[in-house]
């Protein structure tokens, strides 16, 4: 079982920054991806931007060039900096996981979420 731990949401006015990070713990050998998603209001969970083990990283476009995702992987940390913030990136932010075990199986793993709010 891995547990992830978010922090660093709060309030900010648009054109503001905010560093989201997620700390994983238990068992946490062979986590690949890490990741963040959002989930704003009436709407999908969207992924926000994704890191491998090895460091590619999959931003998605509502973001490129405003939000940079980092990983620590000793410890597995997670971090998302975002900067030029709009009202639109508002949402519930999520941290998630994926770990592969020996026999080839997936699992993935969700933190508790953190919110977001940017004012215009």
């Known amino acids: 079982q891995v547990q992830l731990v978010e922090s660093g949401g709060g309030l900010v006015q648009a054109g503001g920054s905010l560093r989201l990070s997620c700390a994983a713990s238990?068992?946490?050998?062979?986590?690949?991806?890490m990741g963040w998603y959002r989930q704003a209001p009436g709407k999908q969970r969207e992924l926000v931007a994704a890191?491998?083990?090895?460091?590619?990283?999959n931003v998605a476009d509502p973001v490129k060039g405003r939000f940079t995702i980092t990983r620590d992987n000793a410890p597995n940390t997670l971090s998302l900096q975002m900067n030029t913030l709009k009202p639109e990136d508002t949402a519930v932010y999520y941290c998630?996981?994926?770990?592969?075990?020996?026999?080839?199986?997936?699992?993935?793993?969700w933190g508790q979420g953190t919110q977001v709010t940017v004012s215009s």
């Open positions: 998630h996981a994926e770990q592969l075990t020996a026999a080839g199986r997936t699992y993935e793993y």
């Open positions: 238990g068992s946490t050998f062979r986590i690949n991806t």
């Open positions: 890191i491998s083990s090895g460091g590619s990283t």
